[in-house]
T-cell receptor, first 113, second 114 residues
Framework: AQSVTQLGSHVSVSEGALVLLRCNYS??????LFWYVQYPNQGLQLLLK??????LVKGINGFEAEFKKSETSFHLTKPSAHMSDAAEYFC???????????FGAGTRLTVKP | DTGVSQNPRHKITKRGQNVTFRCDPI?????LYWYRQTLGQGPEFLTY????????KSRLLSDRFSAERPKGSFSTLEIQRTEQGDSAMYLC????????????FGSGTRLTVV
């Protein structure tokens, strides 16, 4: 079965600094990969997704992620952090459109002024 | 499109009581999913519907849990004889087809069992 490991349960950056949130996946077939963001007491919002095609995907709020098959990674980046980016971020994997999307444990992003 | 709606937002119940949550998906979405999220963890898959048919259930879904989606529209998740370990955020999501579309999540129902 597919699984996701998010490296670092908590990442802290200064406003304006690069954001890098790490995600490694395990899948026996080509995966679909996702990043979601969750603000306190809210549901999850889709930031971006990779299904097929271009391995560098751009999402909302200036985030992007690159699918690297050789490294089984799908790290999330943003060139310049904003205070409003502070939230919990979840990486998720689904195996070729099955119906069991698996989530990582999440990474809490803190942005310091 | 008003998004995925979940009610209630919060529920406090005494151990042993039954509770029911409701989810209204995006109207044109065929698929509906229930997840459970405990503090500090990612969402865990519970069950999934395609239209009115419940097609998959996680082993996490004990016999005290039941979910329905009559007429393929809204869905309910009932927990019977609640236990303290059931305290969690229960998230509903919907999608047009499969995961390739990405899921749209509701704001969740936070259950506290005292």
């Amino acid at each position: 079965a597919q699984s996701v490991t998010q490296l670092g349960s908590h990442v802290s950056v200064s406003e304006g600094a690069l954001v890098l949130l790490r995600c490694n996946y395990s899948s026996s077939v080509p995966p679909y990969l996702f990043w979601y963001v969750q603000y306190p007491n809210q549901g999850l919002q889709l930031l971006l997704k990779y299904t097929t095609g271009a391995t560098l995907v751009k999402g909302i709020n200036g985030f992007e992620a690159e699918f690297k098959k050789s490294e089984t990674s799908f790290h999330l980046t943003k060139p310049s952090a904003h205070m409003s980016d502070a939230a919990e971020y979840f990486c998720a994997v689904s195996e070729m459109d099955n119906n069991d999307m698996r989530f990582g444990a999440g990474t809490r992003l803190t942005v310091k002024p | 499109d008003t998004g995925v709606s979940q009610n209630p937002r919060h529920k406090i119940t005494k151990r042993g009581q039954n509770v029911t949550f409701r989810c209204d998906p995006i109207s044109e979405h065929n698929r509906l999913y229930w997840y459970r999220q405990t503090l500090g963890q990612g969402p865990e898959f519970l069950t999934y519907f395609q239209n009115e048919a419940q097609l998959e259930k996680s082993r996490l879904l004990s016999d005290r849990f039941s979910a329905e989606r009559p007429k393929g529209s809204f869905s309910t998740l009932e927990i019977q004889r609640t236990e303290q370990g059931d305290s969690a955020m229960y998230l509903c999501a919907s999608s047009l087809d499969g995961a390739g579309d990405g899921y749209t999540f509701g704001s969740g129902t936070r259950l506290t069992v005292v």
